[in-house]
């Protein structure tokens, strides 16, 4: 059974910096996209980033456009969020996943996006933004 971990959460101050690495075992891992998402009390679940399965495209929400990094490492089945200068509405769950449709990322919340195609959910980590 797929599943993804996540880590890496706590309580960052705003601006501040936090690392979120995301491991899976079990996925063939060059084969897929694999998205960042999050999720905050009362609200639905979005995609925050995405990193194509070679490396070669990324896609970010406009609200973290310039403030959050994403990479991976296919050798250590591994993706990182990298989260730059934090703000409190960047407070969520956040969590990883393959998409098991595209191996490119899809704009997201384009026209051709859909989360439905992501699957292995993980428990998530919590990221806390407050001074």
């Known amino acids: 059974q797929v599943q993804f971990v996540e880590s890496g959460g706590g309580l960052v101050q705003p601006g501040g910096s936090l690392r979120l690495p995301c491991v899976a075992a079990?996925?063939?891992?060059?084969?897929?996209?694999i998205g960042w998402f999050r999720q905050a009390p009362g609200k639905e679940r979005e995609g925050v980033a995405c990193?194509?399965?070679?490396?070669?495209?990324?896609e970010y929400l406009d609200y973290v456009k310039g403030r959050f990094n994403i990479t991976r490492d296919n050798a250590k089945n591994s993706v990182t969020l990298q989260m730059n200068g934090p703000k409190p509405e960047d407070t969520a769950v956040y969590f990883c996943?393959?998409?098991?449709?595209?191996?490119?990322?899809?704009?997201?919340?384009?026209?051709?996006?859909?989360?439905?195609?992501?699957?292995?959910w993980g428990q998530g980590t919590q990221v806390t933004v407050s001074s």
């Open positions: 079990g996925l063939d891992w060059r084969a897929h996209a």
């Open positions: 990193i194509s399965n070679s490396v070669e495209n990324t």
């Open positions: 996943a393959a998409d098991l449709v595209h191996r490119r990322c899809t704009e997201i919340n384009g026209p051709t996006y859909r989360k439905d195609n992501y699957y292995y």
